[in-house]
Structures are given as structure tokens and as C-alpha cells.
């Protein structure tokens, strides 16, 4: 029986397949994408798959029909059914399979969905989801046949793995808000076998999150959190976004530490095994981090936004850990390299279960900057890559400090400012940082006069409410 598909422009990103289900998202998209990508996984001599699915409404139809696509490639898939994001992944390691397939809307609206992918334990990213599109279209997948589906309880593997690498030395008591996303069972199995006092919020896996939108980045979806920490009276609240491949903290007093103030604690402690090692961060990180990680003795490597991206990086420079600002935190020190929130958090809790002072004077030993949220600014797929090369030549004809890892991101006296496109939105990404309020604004003036400079005429308080 030959086979063609087509999926909607919008669903084919950089880093997964996503869109809104029953709009442009569909099952016939899942089987489309298990019937290339198992056909891709065969390219490359491979014939198992490990497949998950998270705690959306739509996902157990969604993945229904991938295993299907998949199984129709030939593919021997083992189904790890409902679970987070990187249990998946783990999976996939732990059961030596070809290749793995998360559906998963991730921190997206409820109505949303869609695919992570890795092939052979890499991320599968950029091109290889286009040619997901183009082979799909061209009908180029191999012959159907028949493979094999089991079920497989990988959760207790999980997290005994998770809980062999706890290494704190006081118990604590931690608050800790899953968000209703698709962590709650693994959460609940993992507190039960870590020392201390664990209180749980949103727990139950519910695919409409009812509490709050399970994004840790946003400061409001984190109130509930930072309540329940200080009627507690707790040493830290931890958070997880929808599929939990992202962290948010709050510390001791309420306070919310940003993913490159927390990975501080984590290079530290990570350092003393690997002096001079390598650690990566993303273009909108802190230089408060990367100063940090020189000071410990560490090797600080700005790289590109983009977990994907991140990950191939930490490969290829044998990175003990790396993270984003986002949350995304990747552990290769006697983990996967993968970005896992759970077992981020068990890292890092043994690190505060170590730590003679609590998280929130951890917090206030930093050096005090000044910063804008990541600002984002409206302009089409066809003008945003441009934009940013216009920036970057005119800064460099003058004579600035640039780096262009990932769009432009320019040092002077006050401090930084970063301007890059958005590799899944139609938005200009920014971000500002000075020791000083004086020096943001100065910032926050070349950033404007720059994108004046190339038509745009940007509204910071207007076009920027509510990031």
C-alpha cells in the first residue's frame, strides 16, 4: 500500500514536531511520523523504538497511532506509556533501543501537542525533522511489514538509577509542585525513596492543568510554590514544566533562582571532579555565570540556545554539565548527557544537603546585576535572521565587542545585551544585564536605537507585559 503525507508548515520546528490538536495536529500526523522515522531508524540498521506519552488528553490517541506508524516500519517498539519526558529518554539508554519518540506538548497550552525525538541516543533535530516533511511528502519510507509492540514498566529503573546518584548529607524538607504534568507518579515513587520531608502539589497527572500552565520560567505560575515554601517553612521549592525536562527553584525566603543562578551550585560541586572542565550555558545567561565557573576553576562556554543544540555541544566538548536559562539542565557527570529535571533536582538537592548556609545566602553571595526578562518583539519568519545580521555588521563596523555564537550578543562597560532570532517563533529575542539601573537603561537605548536602525520600532513595556 503506498503512502504520502503532508503535515501543516507550522508543525515541523527546530528541535520537535508540534501544533494544536485537531488544527495542525492530527493522528494521521502520528502515524506519519512513526511510519518515516521508523523507516529513517531502519536507514541506519536499527529495528527498535522506544516510545512515551505524557499526560495530555490527547496523547494516548496520539501515541496509539505512532506506534502504529511505527510498527508498520518494522520497528520492535517498546512502549514505556505514560511517564515524563527524559524517563523516556532513559529508556531508551537503559534498553539499548535504536531510536525513542516522546509525544508531548511539553509547557505548550492544553490544546497543544507533539513529538521529541533521538536517534541511536542523539538528539534528532534541524534537518532531520524537515526530512521527516519531505519524506513523508515523497511517499520515501520502506516497505510496510509488521513489528512487534510490548509494554514495559521502566519507572522503578528509573528512579532506583535517579536515587544511586544522592549524595546529600542532612535531610531537608523540600516543597515540590509538578504542575499536574506528566512527572506525578514518577515524582511520588522518587520522594518515597529520598531522605527528608517532601510535600507535594499538583501531583496528580492531569493533562488541563488545572492549578497553573506547568512552566517554571514564569514567575506567576510559581505563587503557589513560593506560598507553600514559606508556610512550610522549607529549605526549597522545586518545579517542573509539563514533561519535566525543565527545573525552576525557589529558594528558602520565596525567592526564584534563575536556571544560570542554579547551575552555579551545580559547575561548584560538578568542578571538584573534573577541574577545568567545560561548562556550557546558553547565550542568555548571566556573565555572572560564566565569571562563576572561571572562579571555580572551571572552563565557561558560551553556546547556542536550543536543548538540542546544548546537547550535541556537551558531546562534542565532553562537558561534565550544562544548562539554560530555561530550566534545561544536561548532566553527563554519571548521567546521560540528557536534559532531566528529576534527576537535575536530586543533584542539586545534594548539593544543598551539603552546603553549610541555606540557598537563600547562597543566592545573596552573588554578584548583584540588574536585568530585563527576555524581552521578545514581533517580526516575520522572512525579516528576523536578516534583522540580526544587520545589527551584528553595523556593531562590528563600529568597532564593538561581539560575539555571534547565536544571534549578537555585545559587551561594553555597562554590561550586555543580547539579540538573536527565535528558532520556533516569529520573534526577536532580548535580554540586557548591568551591575547598575543606570547601566540597564543605557543598554536598553542601544538595544532600541539598533532595532530602529533596521525599521523596527519596539514598545518595551507594550509588547513585553506579562514575560
Known sequence: MSFTH?????????????????????????????????SMVAAVGGKSVAAGRDGRLSSPALAAALIRG????????????????????????DNHTDGAVMVTGSHNPPNYNGFKMMLRNKPFFGSQIQEIGAR??????????????????????????????????????????????AA??????????????????????????????????VPKNLEQLIAAVAAEGADVGIAFDGDADRIGLVDNEGHILFGDQFLILMARDVLKSYPGGTIIADVKASQ???????????????????????????????????????GHIFYNDK?????????AAVRV???????????????ASLPVVVNTPELRFDCTEERKFTVVAEVAARLKAAGEKVSDT????????????????SNTQAVLVARCESRSEAGLAKLKAALAAQLAASGLTPDFDAENAGH
Open 288 to 326: 555572572v555565570l560564566f565569571d562563576e565557573v572561571a572562579k571555580a576553576g572551571g572552563t565557561p562556554l558560551m553556546w547556542k540556545t536550543g536543548h538540542s543544540l546544548i546537547k550535541s555541544k556537551m558531546a562534542e566538548m565532553k562537558s561534565p554539565l550544562a544548562g539554560e536559562m530555561s
Open 349 to 363: 538537592l545534594g548539593v544543598i544537603a551539603r552546603m553549610p548556609e541555606t540557598v537563600a545566602e547562597f543566592r
Open 136 to 181: 513523508a511528502a515523497a511517499g520515501d519510507v520502506v516497505a510496510e511489514t509488521t513489528g512487534s509492540v510490548v509494554q514495559k514498566d521502566v519507572a522503578e529503573a528509573y528512579v532506583a538509577r535517579m536515587v544511586k546518584d544522592w549524595d546529600g548529607e542532612r535531610p531537608l524538607k523540600i516543597v515540590w509542585d509538578n504542575g499536574n504534568g
Open 6 to 38: 503532508q503535515f501543516s508548515k507550522s508543525s515541523l520546528r527546530e528541535y520537535d514536531i508540534r501544533g494544536i490538536v485537531g488544527e495542525s495536529l492530527s493522528e494521521a500526523d502520528a502515524f506519519a511520523i512513526g511510519r518515516v522515522f521508523g
Open 184 to 217: 506525578g507518579d514518577i515524582l511520588v515513587k522518587l520522594v518515597a525513596a529520598l531522605p527528608g520531608t517532601h510535600i507535594l502539589l499538583n501531583e496528580k497527572i492531569d493533562g488541563t492543568f488545572p492549578a497553573h500552565h506547568p512552566d517554571p520560567t
Open 335 to 343: 548521567w546521560y548527557g540528557f536534559d532531566d529535571a528529576l534527576y
Open 406 to 421: 547565536d544571534g549578537v550578543r555585545v559587551n561594553t562597560a555597562d554590561g550586555w545585551w543580547l539579540l538573536r532570532a
Open 70 to 93: 511505527l510498527m508498520a516500519s518494522g520497528m520492535d517498539v517498546i512502549d514505556v506509556g505514560e511517564g515524563p519526558t527524559p524517563m523516556l529518554y532513559f529508556s531508551s539508554f
